[in-house]
């Protein structure tokens, strides 16, 4: 009889969480991740996908988007996010935003940046 070893068996939840988070593009919460990922997994734990976004944005394979309830991004490209302050909803900006410019004021290695933007989304501004 085969059996899984743990270190198999999580290895392949992170893949589950990683490729989840790398195919919406919805910003989830580590709740929506884990409630979409239980869908696979009944058997993961709350515990367990926290514990996979926390080293997956620590490895930096996903970005920790701040706001009231932290969200999850699997694109780890730099840019920037618009936050809806009616509806919630969360978009990519890929804009630099002058960033060129950043690079050179001499503060530093520039090795990541993150820029919020919030506003209406073009929807709550029909409405």
Known sequence: MITISQTERITS????????LKSVTSHPSAEQVYLAVRKKLPRISRGTVYRIL????????????????????????????FFCQKCGKISDVFDTFGLSKLKKLKVGEIKNYQINLYGFCKNCQKK
């Not at 309830?69 to 840019?79: E, N, Q, R, V």
């Open 13 to 20: 939840q992170k893949k589950i969480v990683s490729d989840y």
């Open 54 to 81: 926390k080293n997956l944005k620590e490895k930096g394979e996903a970005q920790e988007v701040l706001c009231k309830i932290c969200h999850y991004d699997g694109d780890t490209s730099p840019h920037s996010h």
